[in-house]
Each structure stands twice: as structure tokens, then as C-alpha cells.
């Protein structure tokens, strides 16, 4: 026991000699893994932010638009062209395996009046599933049931934003409102949901989509299959989503008889593969943060360094004194090893609590979540401990090789 | 016990060649009291940084307890320091942040055995054990050199190195201390060499060796 202990007590020693400047050396290691902690934490917390936010549109989400064919170099925008097919849902539903749900949709530019108000907006027709696909949660009313879609009842869900715009603070439901040239009946407002992909839900009206091929006439391919405008799904196991997409991709690719040298005609998104693609890039951005604050940490270990070199340089006597005593070049060594090492540990772990009282404080503004995890306190304390390690142990061994004699003559 | 044999030791003074020791050749049997004296730059404590195995020779043989040690390497020469040999300087040589205690046990530290009760133990052997709590700075001249005579006594070596140990002490301290040290000599045999050039302290060892230029010059027993 005495043999570790005595090093450390020697260290303590050392260190409580020169408070301030014991402090000043160790204020450098506080704020460079203070730094670290909270700018990491800042960052992991706003990727984990960013990731729920996408995960909350629903991992388990597939969209696929129809678009992006090159016909002889020339390549449509997404959604131009029509190629999707109420029919190619069908055959993803029964061909390929971990699919939950499937909704064809299809959208159409239709003038509204309701009394005075007067708007032209996308009228987008869905099956029932579409709500639970979509993860839609209804603030007054209800969604259509499966009884309105097969009947093919006029009835609409608005978005909330929909809903302000053409009845204000009124209650809309039972209304009914002019949609083209028919007269729908408003059975549920949606609650307000963010949105990533530009396409915000608080703008949708979504009808059935047996009505919606009642009120206007859905365009068909030379095969006579009823064009969609999408199709949006859902997988049993998220951790298939590659193997479902890629089943898609073939079953499509068949389906439309493209030959091998033709690009895709459509489009999949996965709500997977665009979580890990921001993730990847959130978890750049915390590493680079990181990195930022790593180089105050690197400062100081400088300081460290200047540290024990002075302190060896101050106490040339003290290592004549012990060598002549039988200390041997590795005891003298060590004996400044660890007072190094003290220094950056006391210094990493009081730079962890304040980096940790900095993130709270940043989360408590409401601006910014925080997250401190292990990783991070771990990662830093032992940076720091091996700074200590790395930049004392040039004075340490600069000390350890001293000439016993000339270290005793020293003043 | 000690065995010098031709030992010649040069220092390079900037580009000059600077002979300290010219052959010098002498036994010191174990349990004698020796003085070494001569006029400074006769190279006394060479001799004894030598003997001390704090320096190497640069050539010569030097045997203690019939071992040959002058080519051994700095982590062997102080195991041997740390084993066998005490040291008392000029200058004290404590450590100013540690108490009376703290010295002494840092004399213990490297020879593997340690303790206390030990450094207790040669505290009292020079009277000082009512003083162990305090530091250095808070003791006169006298009591420092007490403290490094307890610290060099506290491991029992064979082998006492005194270097000028009276030389900053008033006469009345400094007889104190050699009576320590004669005493310490005589109950238990420790083997002591003593550089002075102290007339009346080197006539209170059985031997004394005069050293003139890098040479021994006269021998004379008292």
C-alpha cells in the first residue's frame, strides 16, 4: 500500500505547496475538458434533438414518388411524370415481405369555398391506413373509416393550418364546403405537426380515396392502371428497411419493364435512411466541436508542462537530496509523473462538474437540449489524465536524469 | 570495507581537462573512524562523492565490501546508496516543506523498509524526538544537522559520509555533533568517514588522511 500511496502523498505535497499556481495550472485543464464537455454535450444533445424530431415523422416510414426517368438525357423533376400505379401498391402489399401498411395517394389541385373564403389547394385522396401510416393525430372529429372509403363518403380532413384559414375560430366540423364542383362534409381537423420534408401535414386536406375517384377522373397508363401521386408505407421491422427498399426497387423496376441500362422512374425515401444520413452529419458536427474544444485542452497541457518544468527546475535540490538518498531515476520519475497526473485528473474531474453545470445551464434557456453522457465524462477525464502523462513526462524525465551532484550543489 | 585502488578522477572545465584525483589508493577497515583533511581544491569531496557512489571514477577500482562498484550503472550505484550509505552535508540538506519526522522517514523511503516508528527511533537517538513535528526552518543550526544525521542513521547503514558536517555550525553545535557522531561510532560500529579541515574534529577519529593536489600525502594515526 505504501508504495502507491507514497508517490501520491509526495504529489500532494508538491501541489499544496504553490496553491495559486497549482490552481492556475489546474484552471487551464478545467476550462480546455469544461470546453469539451459542454460543447459536446451541446452537440450530442442537438442530434439526438434532430434525430427524434425525424423519428417522430415515423421511422418505419417509406415514401415512394414517381419522377427523375431520363428519356434521352432528359430528366423530369420529381413527381412530373406519371408512373406510379394504384396497382403497383397492390403488388408491393402482397409481394413484399415486413411491409405493415400500404396507402396509395393521389393529389389534385381543387378550388374550395366555404361562405366568402375562396381558395385553390391540393386535395390529396388516401386509404384509412394513411392515419396510421402517417402517425396522424386528430385534434377535433375523427378520420374517415373504413365504411366512409369504401362507400366513398364526401367527407374531408383539413390540416390545422387549413382549418384557420377557411374557418378561423369556428368550429368546423359537420360543415360542409365546396370542393370543385362537389359539396364534402368537414369530419376532422388534424393536430399540428412539424415537419422536415417541406410537405407540412397542417397544409393537407386529405379525402377519401374512393371519393376523390368519384369527383374528379384519375388519369390511367396505356396499361389502364390508375396513376398515383405516391405511395407511402410502413415496415414491421425497422431494421429491414434496406432489404424492403431494395425489394421495392426490383418489384417496381419489373413491374414498369425497365431494362437494366434505364434509371428508376420513382423514388423511395425511408425515414431510416435519412435519420442515419443526419445523424452522420450531426455526429460530424459534435466531433468537430469536440475537436474545437480539445485544442484548449492542449493548451493546458502546455501549461502543464511549463508547470513542471519550472517546478523541476525549483526543486533541482530536493531531487539531489533524494537521489543521494537512494532514490533511483525511476522514483524520481514517477514522483513527477503523478504530480502531473494529479494535476490534470483534479483538473478533468472539476472540468467535467462545471462543463456539466455549463450544459444545464445552456438546456435551462430552452433553445438547446443537452446531453451529457458517459462517453463524453469518461473520454475527457482520461484526456486528461493523459495529458498529464504525456506533457510531464519530459520535465519528469529531464528531473530524473539530473546529475545527483550537480542537483546538490544547486541554490 | 572501503578499497580505493589508482583512482584518478578528470572534469572537463569547458575545454580544459581538470585533474581532481591523481592516484589515490587507501583501505578503510570496517568500523574505523576516518578524517579526510586538506586545503580546499585537495579533493575531498570527490573523494567522498566517490565513495558515496554518487560520481564515478574515471579510472581505478573502488570495492566496498569487496564488491567492485565503480562500473556499476546509476540505477545500481543507488541501490547501493540507498542500502549502505548515509549522508551528512554541510548544508543539512532537508527538505524545508517536510517536518523533522518527514526527513527522516524520507531517508527510509528508498530502502524498501520503512516506518515511523523507525524514523521515531533516530530522532531519538539525537535527542530530537520532542521536536519531530517541526520543520526544519523552526530549528536552529545544531538541530537541522541532527535531523540529517537521524535521516542518514535511520536505514542502519554500514557506511556514515560526513561532508564538512560543523562547517556552518557554531563551535558549541559543532561539538555536539561530533560527539554524536563519535558516540554513534562507537555503541554500534558504523563505519564513518569525515571530511573536515577541522583540526580539532579530525584528531577525534582514529585515522586521519591528508590530501594534497589529487594525492594522499600523509597518513597519521591518533
Known amino acids: 500500500m505504501k508504495k502507491w500511496f507514497?508517490?501520491?502523498?509526495?504529489?500532494?505535497?508538491?501541489?499544496?505547496t504553490h496553491?495559486?499556481?497549482?490552481?492556475?495550472?489546474?484552471?487551464?485543464?478545467?476550462?480546455?475538458v469544461g470546453a469539451v464537455i459542454s460543447l459536446m454535450s451541446i452537440g450530442k444533445g442537438a442530434s439526438a434533438d434532430i434525430l427524434s424530431r425525424i423519428e417522430g415523422m415515423g421511422s418505419d416510414l417509406i415514401t415512394i414518388s414517381p419522377g427523375a426517368t431520363g428519356y434521352g438525357g432528359v430528366r423530369s423533376a420529381a413527381g412530373s411524370v406519371r408512373t406510379l400505379t394504384q396497382e403497383d401498391?397492390?403488388?408491393?402489399?402482397?409481394?413484399?415481405?415486413?411491409?405493415?401498411?400500404?396507402?396509395?395517394?393521389?393529389?389534385?389541385s381543387l378550388q374550395l369555398v366555404?361562405?366568402?373564403?375562396?381558395?385553390?389547394?391540393?386535395?390529396?385522396?388516401?386509404?384509412?391506413?394513411?392515419?396510421?401510416?402517417?402517425?396522424?393525430?386528430?385534434?377535433?372529429?375523427?378520420?374517415?373509416s373504413d365504411f366512409d372509403y369504401q362507400r366513398g363518403a364526401k367527407v374531408v380532413v383539413l390540416g390545422s393550418e387549413v382549418k384557420e384559414t377557411l374557418f378561423g375560430d369556428n368550429d368546423p366540423i359537420g360543415q360542409q364546403l365546396r370542393m370543385g364542383i362537389n359539396i364534402v362534409r368537414v369530419i376532422g381537423v388534424l393536430e399540428s405537426k412539424a415537419d422536415m420534408m417541406g410537405s407540412s401535414l397542417d397544409n393537407a386536406i386529405l379525402v377519401p380515396l374512393t371519393a376523390m375517384q368519384q369527383m374528379v377522373a384519375q388519369p390511367r397508363t396505356s396499361q389502364g392502371e390508375r396513376i398515383v401521386s405516391s405511395i407511402v408505407l410502413t415496415v414491421s421491422d425497422e431494421e429491414q428497411t434496406d432489404y424492403v427498399v431494395e425489394e421495392i426497387t426490383s418489384l417496381l423496376r419489373d413491374r414498369h419493364r425497365l431494362g437494366p441500362d434505364v434509371d428508376d422512374d420513382f423514388y423511395i425515401f425511408s425515414i431510416q435512411e435519412i435519420a442515419e444520413a443526419v445523424s452522420a452529419a450531426t455526429g460530424t458536427m459534435t466531433l468537430l466541436l469536440g475537436a474545437i474544444a480539445a485544442i484548449s485542452l492542449l493548451v493546458g497541457g502546455i501549461g502543464v508542462m511549463n508547470i513542471m518544468l519550472v517546478s523541476v527546475v525549483e526543486r533541482t535540490r530536493e531531487i539531489g537530496i533524494r537521489k543521494a538518498l537512494g532514490a533511483r531515476e525511476r522514483d524520481i520519475w514517477i514522483q513527477f509523473l503523478v504530480e502531473a497526473a494529479f494535476l490534470t485528473f483534479a483538473g478533468g474531474i472539476i472540468g467535467v462538474a462545471a462543463g456539466w453545470v455549463v450544459s444545464y445551464l445552456v438546456s435551462s434557456t430552452g433553445l438547446i437540449t443537452t446531453m451529457v453522457t458517459a462517453d463524453i465524462v469518461i473520454l475527457a477525464v482520461s484526456v486528461s489524465v493523459s495529458i498529464g502523462l504525456i506533457f510531464g513526462f519530459y520535465p519528469a524525465w529531464h528531473a530524473s536524469r539530473l546529475n545527483p551532484i550537480d542537483a546538490l550543489r544547486a541554490e | 570495507m572501503i578499497h580505493l585502488q589508482d583512482i584518478t578522477k578528470v572534469y572537463l572545465m569547458g575545454k580544459r581537462e581538470l585533474e581532481v584525483l591523481r592516484g589515490i589508493t587507501l583501505y578503510i577497515e570496517k568500523g574505523e573512524?576516518?578524517?579526510?583533511?586538506?586545503?580546499?581544491?585537495?579533493?575531498?569531496?570527490?573523494?567522498?562523492?566517490?565513495?558515496?557512489?554518487?560520481?564515478?571514477?574515471?579510472?581505478?577500482?573502488?570495492?566496498?565490501?569487496?564488491?567492485?562498484?565503480?562500473?556499476?550503472?546509476?540505477?545500481?550505484?543507488?541501490?547501493?546508496?540507498?542500502?549502505?550509505?548515509?549522508?551528512?552535508f554541510q548544508t543539512f540538506n532537508l527538505l524545508p516543506r517536510l517536518s523533522a519526522l518527514a526527513n527522516v522517514e524520507l531517508g527510509l523511503r528508498y530502502c524498501g523498509g520503512g516506518g515511523r516508528d523507525r524514523a521515531m527511533a533516530a530522532l531519538d537517538k539525537v535527542g530530537l524526538s520532542d521536536r519531530?513535528?517541526?520543520?526544519?526552518?523552526?530549528?536552529?543550526?545544531?538541530?537541522q544537522q541532527r535531523v540529517a544525521i537521524a535521516r542518514a542513521l535511520a536505514k542502519n547503514p554500514p557506511l556514515i559520509l560526513a561532508d564538512e558536517p560543523t562547517g556552518n555550525l557554531d563551535s558549541h553545535s559543532g561539538e555536539e555533533i561530533i560527539s554524536i557522531l563519535?558516540?554513534?561510532?562507537?555503541?554500534?560500529?558504523?563505519?564513518?568517514?569525515?571530511?573536515?579541515?577541522?583540526?580539532?574534529?579530525?584528531?577525534?577519529?582514529?585515522?586521519?588522511?591528508?590530501?594534497?593536489?589529487g594525492q594522499v600525502v600523509a597518513e597519521e594515526t591518533v
Open chain 1, 6 to 16: 507514497e508517490p501520491l502523498s509526495t504529489a500532494w505535497v508538491g501541489v499544496a
Open chain 1, 19 to 32: 496553491k495559486l499556481r497549482s490552481f492556475l495550472t489546474i484552471l487551464g485543464i478545467v476550462i480546455g
Open chain 1, 89 to 108: 401498391a397492390i403488388a408491393i402489399n402482397e409481394q413484399v415481405a415486413y411491409i405493415n401498411m400500404v396507402a396509395p395517394t393521389y393529389s389534385t
Open chain 1, 114 to 144: 366555404v361562405g366568402g373564403e375562396n381558395m385553390n389547394s391540393q386535395v390529396t385522396g388516401v386509404p384509412p391506413e394513411y392515419q396510421d401510416i402517417q402517425n396522424l393525430e386528430i385534434a377535433y372529429g375523427s378520420f374517415f
Open chain 2, 33 to 88: 573512524m576516518v578524517a579526510i583533511m586538506g586545503p580546499s581544491g585537495s579533493g575531498k569531496t570527490t573523494i567522498l562523492n566517490l565513495v558515496g557512489c554518487l560520481d564515478k571514477p574515471t579510472s581505478g577500482s573502488y570495492y566496498l565490501e569487496d564488491r567492485e562498484v565503480s562500473r556499476l550503472s546509476s540505477g545500481e550505484l543507488a541501490g547501493i546508496r540507498g542500502q549502505k550509505i548515509g549522508f551528512v
Open chain 2, 132 to 143: 519531530a513535528n517541526h520543520r526544519p526552518t523552526e530549528l536552529s543550526g545544531g538541530e
Open chain 2, 182 to 213: 563519535t558516540s554513534l561510532h562507537a555503541e554500534q560500529g558504523i563505519t564513518l568517514v569525515v571530511v573536515t579541515h577541522e583540526a580539532n574534529i579530525a584528531h577525534q577519529c582514529q585515522r586521519i588522511i591528508h590530501l594534497k593536489d
